[in-house]
């Protein structure tokens, strides 16, 4: 079965600071596929990045950063030079080949707060 | 280009009484989804569509909820009775196919209050 644990419920950093996020997941899957979204207080939820299990590679976009290791089954996902505008709920999601790729699980969410 | 459009985007109802909310997906997208997201917590799948048929109905609780996407494109998921633990965001999410490169596209979300 497919699990997904953040177990960060919440986090507060002042403007500027690094924070991480953290992702575990559980599949028995070998081939699968990890995803962060955030969710801003409007509601909808908002792709930021999908990975392949088969693709360890780090990636960067701007000051956002993830760091997939399959070794201990995270994804971790970490904002440089936070601001305010990232307050949201970032969510961690696994969806397993065997299911098509159709069936997502998402995590619990992890709150962050961006003080000025 | 549109993103996938939700309404109401509130309601509020007394137990018992029926819902429905609506959805219009991307266009193009032929694979929607239903999720619904309890306070606190992450989404959790009711149902899938491809196109007009529903390929993945078994977290749906059909003594209550039904759904419908009759011409493959919008759709409209609804509760009777509603029930006080039906409180919750529902949210409509679509999609160009599997493994999306782009993942979901979600829309805002219906937030349901059962009082």
């Known amino acids: 079965a497919q699990k997904v644990t953040q177990a960060q419920t919440e986090i507060s950093v002042v403007e500027k600071e690094d924070v991480t996020l953290d992702c575990v997941y559980e599949?028995?899957?070998?081939?699968?596929?990890l995803f962060w979204y955030k969710q801003p207080p409007s509601g909808e939820l908002v792709f930021l990045i999908r990975?392949?299990?088969?693709?360890?590679q780090n990636e960067i976009s701007g000051r956002y950063s993830w760091n997939f290791q399959k070794s201990t089954s995270s994804f971790n996902f970490t904002i440089t030079a936070s601001q305010v505008v990232d307050s949201a709920v970032y969510f961690c999601?696994?969806?397993?080949?065997?299911?098509?790729?159709?069936?997502?699980?998402f995590g619990a969410g992890t709150r962050l707060f961006v003080k000025a | 280009e549109a993103g996938v459009v939700q309404s109401p985007r509130y309601k509020i109802i007394e137990k018992k009484q029926p819902v429905a909310f609506w959805c219009n997906p991307i266009?193009?997208?032929?694979?929607l989804y239903w999720y619904r997201q309890n306070l606190g917590q992450g989404p959790e799948l009711l149902i899938r569509?491809?196109?007009?048929?529903?390929?993945?109905d078994s977290q749906l609780p059909k003594d209550r909820f039904s759904a419908e996407r009759l011409k493959g494109v919008d759709s409209t998921l609804k509760i009777q009775p509603a029930e006080l633990g039906d409180s919750a965001v529902y949210l409509c999410?679509?999609?160009?196919?599997?493994?999306?490169?782009?993942?979901?596209?979600f829309g805002s979300g219906t937030r349901l209050t059962v009082v």
């Open positions: 999410a679509s999609s160009g196919g599997a493994l999306s490169n782009y993942g979901y596209t």
């Open positions: 599949t028995r899957d070998t081939t699968y596929y």
């Open positions: 990975r392949n299990s088969f693709d360890e």
């Open positions: 999601a696994l969806s397993e080949a065997n299911t098509g790729g159709f069936k997502t699980i």
């Open positions: 266009s193009g997208h032929n694979t």
């Open positions: 569509y491809e196109n007009e048929e529903a390929v993945d």
